[in-house]
RNA sequence: GGGCGCUUAGCUCAGCUGGUCAGAGCAUCUCGUUUACACCGAGAGGGUCAGAGGUCCGAAUCCUCUAGCGCCCACCA
């Protein structure tokens, strides 16, 4: 056995390396397939190992999910743990880009993706490290890449499947495009950009030779305008209606259409539709038959339909038409209005018109809101979020993207016949730009003239399927794990992903398995910086947290990470986190105190048939500690569990039972039994405290088991030991014991001497007790020695504490 | 324009199924070398719980409205 004392400090920096390396090399995280015990599994984010570098707000939303999951491995779950990395898409492709300086037309496509796999590979060691540098108990051994052949043969067999069920659906149509990454987005894709813009007033001209205006903030859709609408009902319009106008500058003619949900009241009552500036043109354009007039290419340049102005890059034909008009330029009124830009690029998005491969979700909302009620959401409120965005769903998920770095569509066009032409299930997955058509040709026709498609898919379209990647539900023969895995039993993510992540996941599950694909979701929020302020690097408010756990250790991050209450953004306090760091040095320094004394000791239960009142009352303090930690920890509140389990520790077991205790473990004329019934709590606290930190603290409480408490556990971690459950032989009420009363005394007598500058130690020569409900005299020692008096006595009390307790203090 | 969250001691936050709920930590002040720990201990000061109404015997806690902050959504053509 260690010898604690002889330990000076815990040496974090090198301790916490040690049992990383420790809980690797013993598998202690590993999920067993053969165990008969209940499956928790879990549904982590994969990142994208393009982010770099990891600010404190990724260590602190993927500790809080790992909280649970120490949780429940302590609670004797067989614990399925996996972690991915999300490595395919755009956002590798930006990062690859934005490194090597160069773009995906100037670059071959295999050079490319050599580059992607590349950077994809280094962001995964680091990251790797990162987690276990925090403790992340995944078992890695379950680890999965998002462009590796098991991913990919997922996402083309989910491809295929929908394909099957009628559920996607190639066509061509106004798509949303970002001009910049030159590929088709989908409406989860956009963020909102508020910006300052002018509204512009524009004559028209009408047949009768009058003039009316229109308002636009858009003018450099001038020549892609092809109706003009106005309310039948509006006076200073309808006459127009029927009648053609003519479009400034680009002089030709649209006409003039009634339309009463065009509010008089808006703009200036007549409206401009352009093909397309955004969804309300493109309703106009489908209902009504409209011409197309596309006057923007894929790099968000003009075409020739803009006549003079082909070529120029769009906010250059504004300005250029802006000018042009002249008189036709009634008024230009500063506004400020909110457009959609592509959230990886923060360009702005356009509309065109290609063929692309979309998913039917828009048809089937009310699946997704009855999915989201059968969902258990923590915290509750999160739903709402997915709620509205089902609400506000317009557009059909379009899941192909004109990118080289991802998955391939397992597809072939007939050139003959049209007949779109799908590889079988055992040839997956495929890359039908590289590999040779299906032999026997098309499947309808039986033509050899295949052409590839060469877009690939979505980075979502297999993000949305880790719980059946995990699963392995690609292979039907391995029923076992998709029966014992899924589905899954907990996602964990952060708030902003519910419209995308959380969304495209049920809308997989429900259509492959028909079922939810986790029981319980679990919300975090962000890591904000001090200020209240969203990090990033753009602000130069990045916090690293290698440096605060090269500086206070993991376990002081993990408990600043344990602050926020479930689904609350948490700004990142240092002060907290030395908070953390001095609760570890607490913990280390009241266990080599407790263990010092119990290094002789062999816990048996029978120890337990003398406790004193102040063994039982910090035994049932225990209980209730541990009640409150469970009620807690099972709705996934590991906030308020810790702080259950950091008041009990701090304020009731330091500060009060180990000062109470320690006459007992001293005084040589202490009898056995009553050394014994100390010792039998002491062991049993001390042990229950640490595996109650164990899940927020994983070091600390790893490093002080392993010095004492695992030569008579026996488990090889403290992390595979049970928690421990409330012991109702050990709860006490008012009734048996009023220590209570006692601990009013402790605290009358410290304020008596802190008032006169005393030291706590300082002999007063007596205390006079008058007690109704318990006999003064079952205390006698333990006032003597806590409070240094000469003599406690049974009498007449001055001080009134409580209604049943006087004191009075003698110098 | 709509929705959600937040607004409680100087700071960061609990409490919000209504009645020891006015709390914790940090910071501040005073004191204390007490043989686990000065990365400590004892004690103190500090808030009309954003504002205004309402329900109730009673509201930080429920309802209504207002203001500020944050996030999400939305067709200002």
Redesign the pocket.
Known sequence: MANINELK?YDFTLREKYWQQFWEDNQIYKYDPASQKEVFSIDTPPPYVSASHLHVGHAMSYTQAEFVVRYKRMMGFNVFYPMGFDDNGLPTERFVEKKYKIDKSHTSKKEFIDLCLQATKEGGETYKKFWQSLGVSVDWSLLYSTINEHCQRTSQRSFIDLFQKGLIEHKEGPVIWCPKCQTALA??D???L?QN?F?NYIDFKFEDGTTAP?????PE?LPACVAL?T?SKDPRFAKYIGKKAKVPIFNYEVPVLSDD??????????????TF?????IERWKRDSLETRIVFDKAGRLTDKAGDYAGLKINEARKQILEDLKENLVKQDA?S????VHERCGTIAEFIVTPQWFINVVDHKADWIKRGDELNWYPK??K??F???I????WDWCISRQRYYGVPFPVWYCDDCGQIVLPSDDELPVDPTSLAAPKNGCSKCGSKKLRPEHDVMDTWMTSSLTPLINANWQYPSDKNLMAKIYPMSLRVQA??I??TWLFYTIVKSHYHTDSLPWNDVMISGWG?D?????ISKSLGNFVEPEKIIEKYSADALRYWSA???L?????Y?E??V??G??T???LW??????I?HLEEYQFQDSDNQHLEPADRWILSELQKTIKAYHKNFSVY?Y??AK?AV??FF??KF???Y??FV?YRL?DENTSEESKAAAKWTLYKALYNILQLFAPIMPFITEEIYQLYFINQDKNISIHLTQLPQVEKGLLINDQELKFSDILLI??EV??Y?????????KELSELIVEMTNDDAKNYTDLLKAVLSFQKITAGKGETTLSPDLKITIKE
Not at 261 to 272: E, I, K, Q, R, W
Not at 277 to 281: A, F, I, L, N, P
């Open positions: 400090n409406q989860s956009l963020d909102d508020e813009t509204l229109i308002a636009t903030t858009r859709l609408y309310n949900n065009v509010d008089p009241a808006f703009g200036t009552g007549l409206m401009m539709v352009c500036g955004d969804g309300e043109d506004i209005n909110v457009c959609n409120f999160m709402s979020k709620d509205a965005w609400d506000g769903l317009k708030f902003e519910i419209r904000l001090e200020k209240g302020r969203k602050e926020s209450t689904g609350q953004n948490l700004r306090n002060e907290e030395k908070v760091k001095r570890i040095t607490k320094n009241a266990s080599k105190f407790v010092s509140e906030a308020k702080d950091n008041s701090w304020d330091c500060d009060n180990l000062e320690k001293y402790v605290q410290r304020k001497k802190a008032s006169k500058n005393y030291s706590i130690k």
